[in-house]
């Protein structure tokens, strides 16, 4: 009941591609759910959030697209760049208890 | 700049050896956590701590031991009954209100020699 599964594992797409990364849960007391993006040798750090009340946000090229029925979110990046390469992480928490995160999703995007 | 500072980047233990992480935060934050990440397993929660003095074990805390005498620090030990230490190690802070969003440190990787 705690776990986020999130998939793939693995992504690779040509720039301006749209990678598109799934993640869902089965703990209904989650009620928020950010995703963080980390580059190789260094720590997470926050992308972007959503809390059930919305079904998506969006901030520059990240969005998040959430369905509370299907208990599953995904984040889409726009206009992918080279940049971008980074392993994301899914994660969720029912209220102000400690996150559960996915097992991450390494990105490549090539030039 | 305020931050989440983690020493050493790179740590070696020996066979039977205790060994320390160290983790500083001057973001004036309650909570401090320390997560360890395998490559392909995520972040896994190994201790957590939401008041100086007071800690709570997390997924995974046999093997480890913390300490929160300070507000800014929370050491993590790697004691010797961790067999299968070598993994990257993160610390993490939030504050009040915005549990949720946590704050990196740069991550230590310890390795067995």
């Known amino acids: 009941q705690q776990q986020v599964k999130q998939s793939p594992q693995s992504l690779i797409v040509q720039k301006g591609g749209i990678p598109i990364i799934n993640c869902a849960y089965e703990?209904?007391?989650?009620?928020?759910f950010p995703w963080y993006q980390q580059f190789p040798g260094k720590g997470p750090a926050l992308l972007i959030a959503?809390?059930?009340?919305?079904s998506e946000k969006k901030e520059g090229r990240f969005t998040i697209s959430f369905n509370k029925s299907a208990k599953q979110f995904s984040l889409h990046i726009m206009d992918s760049q080279p940049g971008d390469s980074a392993t994301y992480f899914c994660?969720?928490?029912?209220?102000?208890?400690?996150?559960?995160f996915g097992k991450g999703t390494k990105l490549t995007v090539n030039p | 700049d305020g931050g989440i500072t983690q020493s050493p980047k790179y740590l070696f233990r020996k066979e039977g050896q205790n060994v320390t992480l160290s983790c500083e935060q001057n973001?004036?934050?309650?909570?401090m956590y320390w997560y360890r990440q395998d490559p392909g397993q995520g972040l896994r929660l190994i201790y957590y701590?939401?008041?100086?003095?007071?800690?709570q074990k997390g997924d995974i805390a046999e093997g480890y031991s913390v300490s929160r005498e300070k507000k800014e620090s929370f050491p993590l030990t790697v004691t010797s009954a961790q067999k299968n230490p070598t993994a990257f190690y993160l610390c993490?802070?939030?504050?009040?209100?915005?549990?949720?969003?946590?704050?990196f440190g740069s991550g230590t990787q310890l390795s067995v020699l």
């Open positions: 703990n209904t007391a989650f009620d928020y």
């Open positions: 701590s939401q008041i100086v003095n007071d800690f």
């Open positions: 959503i809390r059930p009340d919305v």
């Open positions: 994660a969720a928490s029912p209220g102000s208890e400690k996150l559960v």
């Open positions: 973001l004036n934050h309650d909570a």
């Open positions: 993490a802070s939030s504050s009040p209100g915005q549990g949720e969003k946590l704050f």
